[in-house]
């Protein structure tokens, strides 16, 4: 009878009164009730209403907590969510969305899921600390009974067609450790656009609801935008660098 109470009283109704106790709302959203009041004590969660000295919850209760959960499922820290929508929650779920177009994938490149033997055979390499070192690069991923997972099998080609031109493994895998570091530069660099041109402006002039659109396109659309400026630039300094190394290479050749 207390379950049948608690469901119907959490449905997302308009006009629906408070008639949960705070044990039937632990119940409704699998939360404890040490994490209810938790997140009560923060300010993420509104006060219940008190009637002859008991708190009741109602829909809004429930609609807070769960999107606080999906919140958390979307990487954000309670931290965070404390700063980002307080006890009015009102830029909650915009806040969703916009990390929803944070972490989109980019592409459409399934996975790869490879065995060790097979991982050897393509490689011609079986040695532990390389392995180690893929993992650590995120090039594979330990999925336990020495199978591992490549999420990006073209990063992998690309790792396997160097080795054929006569480069080592070990090598390979130490110039893209490098890469990494300098993606991550390059990353940042962007990302520090974003925020220093477009976020705070929009921030300081209190996120104004017109504007939630914009920045969330902004943000879809800068990955694109900030992977075709890499490529460009890379395939200028490549070519410069290129040829800068040859030509000291000849040069160093004529005064022998």
Not at 16 to 36: K, P
Not at 108 to 137: G, H, I, M, N, W
Not at 188 to 217: C, H, M, Q, S, Y
Request: aromatic share 6%; no cysteine.
């Amino acid at each position: 009878m207390t379950d049948t109470r608690a469901k119907s009283a959490a449905a997302p109704g308009e006009g629906e009164e408070a008639t949960l106790t705070v044990e039937q709302l632990a119940y409704e959203t699998g939360m404890s009730v040490r994490n209810i009041r938790n997140h009560q004590s923060r300010g993420l969660l509104p006060p219940p209403e008190v009637r002859a000295r008991i708190g009741y919850y109602g829909p809004k209760h429930v609609a807070r907590l769960r999107l606080i959960q999906e919140m958390q499922g979307e990487g954000f820290k309670l931290s965070a969510i404390s700063r980002l929508i307080g006890e009015h929650g009102a830029d909650a779920e915009r806040f969703v969305g916009l990390r929803q177009a944070v972490t989109a994938p980019f592409a459409t490149e399934a996975s790869e899921v490879l065995s060790r033997e097979e991982l050897v055979e393509r490689f011609q390499v079986e040695d532990a600390r390389l392995l180690a070192k893929a993992q650590k690069l995120g090039l594979l991923i330990d999925l336990g009974g020495e199978r591992y997972e490549a999420p990006s099998p073209a990063l992998l080609r690309a790792a396997e067609d160097v080795l054929k031109m006569g480069i080592s493994l070990s090598a390979a895998l130490a110039a893209i450790e490098k890469l990494n570091r300098n993606s991550q530069s390059s990353a940042r660099t962007f990302v520090n656009l974003f925020v220093e041109e477009l976020w705070k402006p929009f921030d300081e002039a209190g996120r104004p609801d017109e504007g939630w659109a914009e920045i969330i396109e902004s943000i879809e659309r800068l990955r694109p935008l900030a992977v075709e400026a890499l490529n460009a630039t890379f395939r200028l300094t490549l070519t410069s660098e290129v040829e800068k190394a040859f030509g000291e290479v000849l040069e160093r050749r004529k005064k022998r």
